[in-house]
């Protein structure tokens, strides 16, 4: 299993704390870094080698300053940052934000759980399906 980093935006920082536990209740090697909005993961993405990049990105669609769409969009559209697995993890179940972000791109989309027990099992599906079983781009 690989140990590079998994990317997650998210402006809920008592969801970005729920995400971390998770990973470590579930033994994920893999380092996790937190950003508070879209702007932090994009100037962190052009800071980076660009040999460098993460494994995936968990990305939340309503954040300040740049949202999980826009970044979605441009991600898509730099060829560098383009084959990054992206999995939207949101609250929203609105069909219209599900469509968009397949439509921009998204390789998958997961409802946030709305208890913890669950929040550990979507991460436990991420791992088995994303770091487990797909093979990833490097």
Not at 99 to 124: D, H, R, W
């Amino acid at each position: 299993m690989s140990t590079r980093q998994i990317l997650m935006a998210d402006d809920d920082a008592d969801d970005r704390f729920l995400v971390q536990a998770a990973f470590e209740d579930n033994n994920i090697p893999n380092p996790v870094v937190f950003f508070e909005d879209g702007e932090q993961l994009i100037n962190h993405l052009s800071k980076n080698d660009l040999n460098d990049n993460p494994l995936l990105i968990l990305l939340d669609l309503n954040m300040p300053k740049r949202d999980g769409r826009e970044v979605l969009k441009l991600l898509r559209s730099n060829k560098v940052w383009n084959a990054i697995p992206i999995i939207i993890f949101s609250t929203s179940n609105a069909p219209d934000d599900v469509n968009a972000a397949y439509q921009l791109g998204a390789n998958c989309y997961i409802i946030k759980p709305s208890s913890y027990e669950g929040l550990k099992e979507a991460v436990l599906n991420i791992q088995k399906f994303w770091l487990n079983t797909a093979t990833l781009p490097v």
